[in-house]
């Protein structure tokens, strides 16, 4: 890749052609005005893929957390209440 240093009037009279360079990939240009570079015009950075939502959002594992005393492998409810809603089904 090259630098090329063009005054502004030039630059003006082939913007098109010089921002093409530019796009391409081979070329950065520093605009100069009155001696001092004013502006620079270079290739945006190469796109990262933007994967996929599980990758994005992580896998979960290990982050599952539960208040305190909470116990996931008891029962949700007592036996005696599970009896209580069958009989009140029939």
């Known amino acids: 890749m090259s630098t090329r240093q063009l005054t502004l009037g030039n630059f003006a009279?082939?913007?098109?052609?010089?921002?093409k360079s530019v796009?391409?990939?081979d070329t950065i240009i520093e605009i100069l005005?009155?001696?001092k570079v004013v502006a620079v015009l270079s290739p945006p950075?190469?796109?990262?893929p933007a994967g996929t939502l599980a990758a994005w959002?992580?896998?979960?594992?290990?982050?599952?957390s539960y208040?305190?005393?909470y116990d996931p492998a008891a029962p949700a409810f007592a036996?005696?209440?599970w009896d209580e809603f069958q009989e009140a089904k029939k």
């Open 45 to 48: 950075p190469p796109e990262e």
């Open 13 to 19: 009279a082939h913007c098109l052609d010089e921002i």
């Open 67 to 69: 208040g305190p005393g």
């Open 23 to 25: 796009q391409d990939g």
């Open 79 to 81: 036996l005696e209440d």
């Open 57 to 64: 959002v992580g896998s979960g594992v290990g982050t599952m």
């Open 33 to 35: 005005s009155s001696g």
